[in-house]
């Protein structure tokens, strides 16, 4: 069964960055759009961004315009964090669609990851 798998989370200070990555167990994740979600606790899984299957269409949420970039790079699509805040914790997701206007709705995507935790702190 197809997988994804989250990396790169950690504990990191206000004003700091990490870099998340998105790789498939099994097959490549060239065929479909990748989305990211978060989810803080007692909070509903939320959109972040998303990027079609060549790399060309890109979408972020209002929350972390200007902050985080989405891309991808043969079989692995990244989450660039910068800038973080407080506000950005929560379990970071990737998550696959077969749609081609890169949602950022949940339900639009049918296989994801494990989640991997980011904490923004000091």
């Known amino acids: 069964q197809l997988q994804l798998e989250e990396s790169g989370g950690g504990l990191v200070q206000p004003g700091g960055s990490l870099r998340l990555s998105c790789v498939a167990s099994?097959?490549?994740?060239?065929?479909?759009?990748i989305g990211w979600f978060r989810q803080a606790p007692g909070k509903e899984r939320e959109g972040v961004s998303s990027?079609?299957?060549?790399?060309?269409t890109t979408k972020y949420a209002d929350s972390v315009k200007g902050r985080f970039t989405v891309s991808r790079v043969r079989s692995t699509v990244y989450l660039q964090m910068n800038s973080l805040k407080a506000d950005d914790t929560a379990v970071y997701y990737c998550?696959?669609?077969?749609?081609?206007?890169?949602?950022?709705?949940?339900?639009?995507?049918?296989?994801w990851g494990q989640g991997t935790q980011v904490t923004v702190s000091s």
């Open positions: 990027i079609s299957k060549d790399g060309s």
């Open positions: 998550a696959q669609s077969f749609r081609e206007t890169t949602p950022l709705d949940p339900d639009d995507y049918h296989t």
């Open positions: 099994r097959f490549t994740l060239n065929p479909y759009t």
